[in-house]
Each structure stands twice: as C-alpha cells, then as structure tokens.
C-alpha cells in the first residue's frame, strides 16, 4: 500500500470503531428496554436514557471525523461513497438511540399503572425482529455485505404487519376497558418505535448496498411530499381535508389524516364527499399512533387547537400548521343550517389545501 492508501484505511477503520461503538450503545439501548418492559424496572429505563447523551455524543464526534476525512483525504470513488454514507448511517443511528429513549420514558409510565398487564410475548415478538435487523443491518454496512444487507431487509415488511396487529389489538382493548386510557398510549408508542427501529434498520441496509455496488435504493416517501391532517377524532374535519388533497391527483402529494383518537366516520361527512364526487372508500378512521412512518410526514396540519400536541418537538423540519375551524358535526339548528356549516367546512378546506400545494409545487 501507498502512504496515501494506509492513511485513508487507518482513517476509514477510525470511524468504523466509533461506528460500531455507537451502534453497540444503541444494541444495548434496545435491549435494555425489552427488559425494563418486561421487569417493570425502572432503574433499567433510566439507564437507557441516560445513555442516550453518549450516544448524541458519538453522533457529533463522527460527523467530525467524516468532515475531516473529506477535508484531508479528498476521497474519490469507493471511498467518497463510504464516507457520504456513512454519514446517513450515522444520523440513523442517532435515531435509533432517540427511539431507545423515547421508549424507556414511556415504560416509566407504564411502571407507575400496577393494574395494567403488560403482554410481554407481543413485545417480544416484534422486538425479536426489529433488533436482529439493527444488528444485521450494522454488520452488514461495517462488512459492506450485500447479500446479508438484503436479507435482513426483508423482515421489514412482516415488522410493519404486527406493528399494525399490535395497534389494533391495543386499541380494541382499551374499547372493551381492559387497557386503561392512560396506558394505551404508552403501549401503541412503544411498537411504533420498535417497528421504526426496523426502518431506520432497512435505510442502512440501503447504504450497505450503496457503498459496495454504487446501486442507490431512494427511501420509501423521499420523493413526495406527505401531509397529515389531524383533529380530534379523525371523523369529520381531517377526513374531508384527506379527501380533498388526494383528488387533486398530484404525484408528488401523499395525504394522510388521523385522530388524537378515533371514532366512527360522521355520515354526513361521507354524503358532503359523496355529493362533491370525491372518493370515499379510503375513510378509515385512525390515531396518529396508527399512522406508519409519522416522522416521515414533511406537513402536520391542525385541524383543531387540540391537535397541537402531535407537533413534533423543536428541533425539527416538519412545517406544522394551524388551521384551526369549528367542527361542523357538532352544529346545532336546522337541517339546511348545519348543510350550509359543512359546505363552509369544504370550502374553506379546500381553498387551504390547493394554496399550501401550489405554494409547494411553486418552490420546487
């Protein structure tokens, strides 16, 4: 070897170690949670989020190392590839140890409701996928080996079904008073972090094949812009917003609506769609809990002031939006009133929704 090559392995092999040191912290991080969950232990849960500054640390510390390496290497080819990955890589790890923290504090909540029976099995069940794939999809980057990158992707799709099953059987549940209100929270946040351990699982997978092929695979949601519109039950205001942005047809939209909870679709919501010609097949009401891949969403739009508690938390590069307006399925009066109180809801609506996407499409 070269001066030149031996000093970019010795630099590449540095960040590797701090690489595999950050992705050991968040491993542990992750299983200290299964186990805190399943003991109820509380010292275990503070572990992991004291933890999580470590972590943030070695996020930083990486960055550093990967600017310098460019600065002072001015790599090219296979080399530029790993370091601009890894790069991502290590934003997704950074992630992952943020899931780990934001789990342990909703266990803590749960250790404080002695009458909630936690099901530990279903716990079990989608942590003992999304965890093997973390693990697999850091070897596989650290190892640029494809063939494991793409087997372990494959999971992916199964972590996402039980994420949903684990939802449902949560919230019916709580419908049949067996889950405590304050619990049910707690339990559908704890499956969607692991289940978006298994996605951020699934993105270093992607940079695994990049590094070693240069074949780029896009992140599911890259190319479009994702809106979700949110009320208080999903079943009349961010129903009819959904409804309208997806008949726009614009390729580059995905609109989404959800609920701080969920309660059957008002029937004059559907026959206002109905009379209108918009699609009403997909009025499905859902939580925000329910909604795959929440941090993907570039727009959170509030539909009511009490919708501004799913914003998400500064720092951040979600644009949230407040169009806030009364709920027309709560009108009293006569019959031809509370028409009129749901064409006004439309109308209103609609003049929002076709702005915010002409403003979007005119800044791209």
């Not at 510390?61 to 080399?79: H, K, N, T």
């Not at 972590?159 to 919230?171: M, T, Y």
């Amino acid at each position: 070897m070269t001066h030149l090559e031996e000093t970019l392995e010795r630099d590449a092999k540095r960040i590797r170690r701090k690489m595999q040191e950050m992705a050991g912290l968040c491993g542990m991080a992750l299983e200290g949670c299964l186990r805190a969950l399943t003991d109820k232990n509380r010292q275990l849960a503070y572990s992991v989020i004291m933890r999580d500054q470590r972590i943030d640390e070695l996020e930083k510390e990486i960055d550093r190392l990967c600017l310098e390496f460019i600065l002072r290497q001015q790599p090219v080819a296979g080399m530029l590839r790993f370091i601009y990955a890894t790069i991502k890589v290590n934003s997704e790890l950074e992630r992952v140890g943020d899931y780990a923290e934001s789990m342990a504090r909703q266990i803590l909540q749960l250790a404080e409701l002695e009458e909630v029976v936690v099901p530990i099995d279903r716990f079990r069940e989608i942590a003992g996928l999304a965890m093997p794939m973390f693990h697999g999809a850091v070897e596989a980057f650290l190892a640029q080996n494809v063939e494991l990158a793409r087997t372990t992707m494959e999971s992916e799709d199964t972590v996402d079904r039980l994420r949903h099953d684990l939802n449902e059987l949560f919230l019916a549940q709580h419908q049949e008073r067996k889950i405590p209100l304050e619990a049910l929270s707690p339990l559908m946040a704890i499956v969607n972090r692991f289940e978006r351990v298994a996605d951020q699982a699934k993105a270093i997978c992607e940079e695994a094949i990049y590094v070693s092929t240069g074949e780029y695979l896009k992140h599911a949601g890259s190319e479009v812009f994702r809106v979700l519109f949110v009320d208080e039950h999903n079943a009349c205001r961010s129903q009819i917003a959904e409804a309208i942005g997806s008949s726009l047809g614009q390729p580059k939209f995905v609109f989404t609506s959800a609920g701080l909870d969920r309660q059957p679709i008002d029937p004059e919501t559907v026959r206002l769609l109905k009379e209108r010609g918009l699609d009403t097949t997909p009025l499905t009401p859902k939580t925000v809990e329910q909604v795959p891949h929440l941090d993907h969403y570039q727009i959170v739009v509030a539909l009511a002031k009490e919708a501004h508690r799913v914003f998400p938390t500064p720092p951040t590069k979600a644009v949230c939006l407040d169009w806030s307006l009364p709920d027309p399925s709560k009108h009293q009066g006569p019959p031809e009133a509370i028409r009129a109180a749901y064409e006004q809801t439309f109308l209103t609506l609609e003049g929002h929704v076709r702005d915010l996407v002409e403003a979007v499409l005119g800044d791209g």
